[in-house]
Nanobody, 119 residues
Framework: QVDLVESGGGLVQPGGSLGLSCTAS????????MGWYRQAPGKERELVAT???????EYADSVKGRFTISRDNAKNTIFLQMDSLKPEDTAVYYC?????????????WGQGTQVIVSS
């Protein structure tokens, strides 16, 4: 069994900051790419940021310059530092990981953590 557990969501005012964490645990050999996705009410899930095993980062245009993804391979953890938050950042944020199990690369998702940006 593999688990991805997110933490750090909450309520923040526009212009504020939040930091999210996601830690993988369970039975897996290694983790390839990891990332953050989000889904706002009435919208489809979208990519926020990804980071591969050698720390190359990609960001959605909507968050460039405001969000930073990072990774601690030793702890099987990724982070998302969100600065200058806007109301349109309100969404459930999901952690995603590509993991090598016994024979294949598989996708895993966390349960999500709610981020609300509002006055």
């Amino acid at each position: 069994q593999v688990d991805l557990v997110e933490s750090g969501g909450g309520l923040v005012q526009p212009g504020g900051s939040l930091g999210l964490s996601c830690t993988a645990s369970g039975s897996f050999f290694s983790i390839n790419d990891m990332g953050w996705y989000r889904q706002a009410p009435g919208k489809e899930r979208e990519l926020v940021a990804t980071i591969n095993s050698i720390h190359n980062e990609e960001y959605a245009d909507s968050v460039k310059g405001r969000f930073t993804i990072s990774r601690d391979n030793a702890k099987n953890t990724i982070f998302l530092q969100m600065d200058s938050l806007k109301p349109e950042d309100t969404a459930v944020y999901y952690c995603h990981a590509e993991m090598w199990l016994t024979h294949s690369l598989s996708d895993f998702w966390g349960q999500g953590t709610q981020v609300i940006v509002s006055s």
